[in-house]
């Protein structure tokens, strides 16, 4: 018998995908839809192999995996297909499967594009709708117009180039590999010292491959071990220290080893990154010194540093912590001995940005507060969607927020050692105003501002949306400012200068969202936005308890941009953080 296909995690999401289209045109309800939803996200988000959990019978882990896809997922890799999925799926055009997955284009459209082009089969689909977006034939269809026919076209262009690039992982998958790997290396006897270098280091948003470093006097022992790492799919390169693999998960892995008294050489070499090594090695040959991964050559004599901090003492340098090192001006401060010293997680005495049950949170007031009083916050802020006053009216929306005042007051009196403050998230609308009115406004302890949608308007729009919410004398800061999703959407195109002066001039902040696909601001805007004197808002935007621990994620990125503690307003003690809440 042929031993079936091992499905990898992305064909399971077309797979879904695909389903999902199938259930959308033919008018599914959205009970039946949303438990392949959920997979399709989970999945998508999945640091291990869905193959190799199904073979661990523990398909059910995956969040939205239930029984019945469970069966369905049994099916798929037992015989290859899913007699459910081909009955959903009877009757439509093969050639509106060839077009789900590409941007912009949900079920109902790629339905009416197969049938418009009589897209009888999936592989030349997206290539015949090229043509016809480029001859001008889709703006003329029913509900496309000239935007979504360019739109179309942009995205199957994207689509077509993005097709054998692999996305970059999020930071914390990246992590979640590592610290797998990490666990299980270091159970091996030799390994003195053994950590993750690259882009993971550096605390970079995203990781393209995992490297990582051993410190051990024998490394023969070390990669056989490894090369033992059950998550190994294929092996690129084998030398004595150095092993490149790729793993299950289609994720690559560089593992080099060195002896303990060269170490630090190596962590600093393969940590990067490039830039910033590019940058030290021109200054240090003018200095006479030249660098490799095994220590630094100097007048013929090769010296070797067991650590980092030797290497940069060496070059008479002071020590760049690695989410400097991007190859900007860090070389340039640290010889001026200017180097940053950089806020801390253990810094941070309250998260401000938090939501309940009261709107899209999963956990109640009093389970957040309560998660939030045992990490020994001093303050904590509650500051879910504010309810909408063009669907319920102004007095209900009045009401609402008294109650909720009376219910925190209470539990101010309950958990008498972290102060809870009441704030809303109010969402900033495409004409630019709030939806909040200043006289509901101001029975609350603070605003954090936010874009939720139109995202795409004109640069001037944008700018013109988050100015006007910086003038309003009840906002205290902007929630994730950019609106980026990494690997799904841009930052919105946005004139940072004038917001930056606007906030300067009004004496605003910016939150620093720690949600691990939107790290907002970025580094490099919180780094121009330090050089107008602004200070930020560290804050997780949890949803659920469990999300309040992530705020590391944010504390990686305002490190990355430069912050020290006293940029940074919720590190400060609560009566002056108080005074900055107050001073509305
Ligand atoms: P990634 O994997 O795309 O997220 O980014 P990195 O920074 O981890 O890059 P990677 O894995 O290619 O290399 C790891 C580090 O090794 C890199 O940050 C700096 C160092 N490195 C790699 N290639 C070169 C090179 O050609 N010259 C120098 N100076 N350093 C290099
Ligand atoms: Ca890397
Ligand atoms: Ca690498
Ligand atoms: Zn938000």
Redesign the pocket.
């Known amino acids: 018998m042929d031993k079936p296909h091992k499905f990898t995690n992305r064909e399971i999401v077309q797979i879904l995908k695909e389903v999902l289209a199938a259930m959308e045109v033919k008018g599914f309800n959205i009970f039946e839809t949303r438990a392949y939803q959920n997979a399709i996200s989970a999945i998508d988000n999945l640091t291990s192999t869905v193959y190799d959990l199904w073979e661990d019978k523990r398909l059910r882990e995956i969040p939205g995996v239930g029984a019945t896809l469970e069966s369905h997922l049994d099916e798929l890799f037992k015989t290859g297909k899913v007699d459910k999925f081909d009955s959903v799926k009877k009757g439509l055009p093969e050639g509106m499967f060839g077009l789900i997955g590409v941007r912009g284009i949900g079920a109902k459209k790629a339905l009416k594009l197969a049938m418009a082009f009589k897209l009888s089969d999936r592989s030349s689909a997206m290539e015949k709708v090229k043509l016809a977006a480029e001859k001008g034939q889709i703006r003329n269809l029913e509900s496309f117009g000239e935007k979504s026919e360019k739109d179309i076209l942009d995205a199957i262009t994207e689509a077509k180039m993005t097709k054998n690039a692999k996305k ?1 992982l999020l930071l914390f998958q990246a992590e979640e590999i590592s610290d797998r790997l990490l666990n299980y290396i270091k159970k091996l006897n030799v390994v003195l010292q053994a950590e993750s ?4 280091r ?1 605390r ?1 948003p ?4 995992i ?1 990582i470093a051993v410190s051990t006097n024998n490394s023969e022992k070390v990669i056989e071990h490894f090369m033992k790492y059950p998550e190994i799919d294929d092996v690129l390169s084998k030398g004595d220290k150095k092993v490149s693999v790729v793993l299950k998960n289609d994720i690559q892995v ?1 593992l080099r080893t060195s002896d303990p008294a060269a170490y630090g050489s190596m962590m600093q ?6 830039q910033h ?2 940058i030290l ?1 021109t200054y240090s040959l003018e200095k006479g010194k030249s660098l490799s991964e095994y220590g630094i050559t100097y007048r013929n004599k090769l010296y070797k540093f067991s650590t980092e901090e030797e290497f940069y003492k060496f070059l008479d340098m002071q020590y760049i912590p690695p989410e400097l090192r991007h190859g900007k001006n860090e070389v340039e401060l640290s010889l001026k001995n200017k180097v940053p010293e950089l806020v801390k997680l253990e810094d941070i005495k309250g998260d401000s940005h938090t939501h309940t049950t009261d709107s899209d949170g999963v956990d109640t007031l009093e389970e957040m507060v309560k998660t939030a009083h045992t990490m020994g916050y001093k303050y904590y802020g509650i500051s879910d969607h504010a309810p909408s006053v063009q669907s319920r009216g102004y007095k209900a929306v009045e009401k609402i927020i008294y109650e909720k005042k009376e219910k925190i007051k209470k539990l101010n009196e309950k958990y008498k050692d972290i102060k809870l403050f009441f704030g809303y998230e109010v969402n900033i609308l495409a004409d630019t105003t709030l939806a909040l009115p200043d006289g509901l406004l101001k029975e609350l302890d603070y605003v954090i501002a936010s874009i939720h949608t139109s995202f795409d308007q004109d640069r001037e729009v944008i700018t013109k949306r988050l100015i006007n919410s910086l003038e309003n004398p009840y906002v205290t800061f902007i929630g994730h400012p950019t609106g980026r999703l990494i690997n799904e959407r841009d930052a919105s195109d946005t004139d940072w200068t004038k917001v930056f002066r606007a906030a300067q001039s009004n004496n605003k902040y910016f939150e620093i969202n720690s949600q691990v696909n939107r790290l907002d601001l970025t580094d490099d805007l919180i780094k121009e936005a330090l050089e107008y004197g602004l200070k930020f808002f560290v804050n997780t935007d949890a949803h659920a308890t469990d999300q309040l621990y992530y705020l590391n994620y944010g504390i990686d990125v305002a490190r990355r941009g430069g912050c020290t503690k006293s940029d940074i307003i919720n590190t400060l003690n609560l009566d002056e953080f108080e005074k900055i809440i107050n001073s509305k």
């Open positions: 970059r270098l690259g882009s993971l550096r970079n995203t990781v393209g491959d490297d560089d070499y393969f940590t990067g990154s490039k090594n590019i090695r």
